[in-house]
C-alpha cells in the first residue's frame, strides 16, 4: 500500500498522470501559484470551463479536462487558509485529499498527481500538511485498490523532505 504513494521533486503541469490536482480558490477562476501555473499550461479552454462550475466549497472537488496538459483531467480543489489551526482547518485539508481522490475514483482515474495544498499562499504550516496529507492518501488508498499511483509533486526540495518525512514516520508506525 505505501508504494503506491510516491514523493518527487518537479512541476505538476510536466507530470502525466490520469489526473493533475489543482490548488485552486473557490472561484476557480484561476490565480497564481500552482493554480497559475496549472491553467498557464492547460490553456484558455480551462478557464472557458471552469467559468461553468460556479465555484467550488473549501474541501469540496470539481474535476475539468486537461486541455494542453499532460494529464486528461484536472481536479480543482480550494485548501483551507490557516488561521491558526482553530477553524477546523485539518478536517478542511483532509477532505481536500479524500475528495479529490473520490472524484478521481469516479473518472476512472488509475494515477492522481497532488501539488502540496495549502502551504503557499494559504500558509497552512508545512509539516503539519504533509501529515495530514499523508494520512488522508494512504487511508484512501488501503480501501480502494483501483487507485495504482498517488504522487506529490514537490515544488521544492524543503516540501519533498517534509512529504517525505510525513510518509517515512507513517510507515514507521504502521
Ligand atoms: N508544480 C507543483 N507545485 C507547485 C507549482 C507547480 N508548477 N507551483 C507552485 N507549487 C507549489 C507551491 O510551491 C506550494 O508548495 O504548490 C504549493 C501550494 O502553493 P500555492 O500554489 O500558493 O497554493 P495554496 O497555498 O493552496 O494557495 C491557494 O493561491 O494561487 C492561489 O488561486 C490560488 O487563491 C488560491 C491560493
Redesign the pocket.
Known sequence: MMGRLEIIL??????TADAIVN?????L??????????HR?AGPELLKECRTLNGCETGKAKITKGYRLPAKYVIHT??P?WHGGSRGEDGLLESCYRSCLELALENNCKTVDF??????????P?ERAAKIAVASILAFLSEHVEIERVRM????ER?KAAYQRALDDFEVSA
Open positions: 518537479g512541476d505538476i503541469t510536466k507530470q490548488a485552486a480558490n473557490c472561484s477562476l484561476g490565480g497564481g501559484g500552482v493554480d497559475g501555473a496549472i499550461a480550494p485548501g487558509i501539488p502540496s495544498i495549502s502551504t503557499g499562499v494559504y500558509h497552512f508545512l509533486v514537490c515544488f521544492d516540501t
